[in-house]
């Protein structure tokens, strides 16, 4: 969940009067958001980088706001604004209207831009003016949207240029790295795309955005009808265009690998901001031509309606208005609706791109009704809640085996390859394990198939805890099964471990009898050993448990060098069963 910060005092002025911390905060909560914390900017310096960073800082009060994921209308003072005075009834929702297109500015794609970066949207507003506060907004929504929706800019990348510096129609082209040179964004010099990207490697906020492009044999550029270079995205823009408090017309271009992504950060933006355009709410369109000569127009800022049951809408909610109230409900949340009969027509704006679906007008009616003054009512559902039977035997196990005198360990679901296979002494062929696509680090390339290795690294993690050391956990592995819908399998299991200065084998031994005498499974005729070989454990010191002829798990001593694998120095024991044969 995103979190903006604005100042307290421009907040107020902007809607027009004062509230207390709690007040405001109860008004937050009304609207679906929420009031995460009061500071100053000097503060969060201050815990940030240390007592010295807050120095010359400005002391201002912030209001830190917890935002929903997916309104990124609210993700700048503007649109917070705009949806709080419309939810308290103090101004109508805006109309935004869409200027037609002027062919100077518009926006040409060259057919190598498909190997890189495929889409391209663009925008004009007209007649802007900034202040000091409006400017440092605008460029904080674009890093929010960057953060958010745009995925850190893989996604989508927006460029916002000084119009009157430029001339149009503008390419958007790829070429090599080496044939790309113009001065970024307040440097000093000319440099070529190479030279860049050695000198933003080492940028604090740029360096996480070079590997989107860094290993394509040509980038991504913007240029205008002088060759003057716009922006290299998504790493920087040029200094000749930057924006600045005396800019009145402003270009925006967003290119994208998701063409869909790219329309709602465009219309966020321009729907955002067109308030400070002489025209106030009124965008200019600009045709962005494909590569084969086609053209479309952007940004769409497109009004839809979605049709919704009065009755559905009540019975989802829970309460019990006439479509008249419920259409008033929706006006607050910026949707305008129609009552005809039992249906609703709500027209959906382009800045309320997180609609998509009844269910979502549903949600805006209830935060607009109010949570707390939905009545309580009893379930319909005719059925009575319970624990799953094996979570169930899970609790009752847990229990048992800390009667035993073993402690409860929890280890990670996610772990490395060598934990499952090469410590164990085996190949990772050979496991069945679900492996993720994008592992973050090594520590997390595979989904466990054994519980027994989190235990021995929580057993290496404890060496200095007195001997013996009894530990158990009870929870879920997962297998690749080709019969499974989804290809893979949980499997809740047991495992145990014994660590002293002898195997003691005998504990985790008794400890498997105790459990399988409490699930009333008696020995030899429903339990049973059967002498197995298994890398992970000692020669000769390894069987199967076996409940009715089939395996559930094994028991045994742990070999010396999956020992050594883990770093342990004492000698450890083992027992691991399936226990959903059991439910």
Known sequence: MPTISVKRDSLFAALGRSYTDDEFQELC???????????TE????????????????????????????????????????????????KKAPPQYQIKKYEDCYSLHLTPATAQIRPYAVAAVLKGVTFNKESYDSFIELQDKLHQNICRKRT??????????????????????PNEIKFKALNQQKEMTANELMELYSCHAQLKQYLGIIRDSPVYPVIKDKNGVVLSMPPIINGDHSKITLNTKNVFIECTATDLTKAIVVL?????????YCTNKYEVQQCKVFAPDGTYDLYPKLEYRDEIINVDKANNYIGIEEDGDKIAALLSRMCLTAKHEDSLLTVRVPPTRHD????????????????????????????CAGGQQPVNKLTEQLRAECANAGYTEALT???????????????SIEEVPAVHISNPKTLEFQVVRTLLLPGLLKTLAANKKMPLPMKIFEISDVVVKDDKAETGARNERRVCAVYSGRAGGFQFVHGLLDRLLALLSVPWRTAYSLRP???????????AEVLLHGDVIGKIGVIHPNVLAAFELTNPCSAVEINIEPFV
């Open 267 to 275: 219309d966020t933006i321009v729907c955002m901001f067109s308030e």
């Open 532 to 542: 197995a070989q298994d890398p992970a454990y000692f020669p000769g010191r390894c």
């Open 42 to 89: 000097k503060q969060m310096l201050m815990k940030e980088q240390g007592d010295q960073a807050g120095a010359g800082v400005s002391e201002d009060v912030l209001y830190r706001i917890d935002i929903p994921a997916n309104r990124y209308d609210l993700l700048c003072l503007e649109g917070l604004v705009n949806g709080l005075l419309v939810f308290q009834g």
């Open 355 to 382: 609609v998509i679906h009844a269910c979502d007008l549903y949600e805006d009616i209830a935060i607009a009704y109010g949570y707390n003054n939905i009545p309580r009512r009893p379930s319909h559902v005719v």
């Open 29 to 39: 909560f009304e609207f679906g958001l929420e009031l995460d914390e009061v500071t």
């Open 412 to 426: 990670f679901t996610l772990c490395s390859r060598e934990d499952v296979a090469s410590k164990l002494g085996t």
């Open 155 to 176: 996604l989508v990348a927006i460029g916002t240029h000084d119009l009157d510096t430029i001339k149009g129609p503008f390419v958007y082209d790829a070429l090599p």
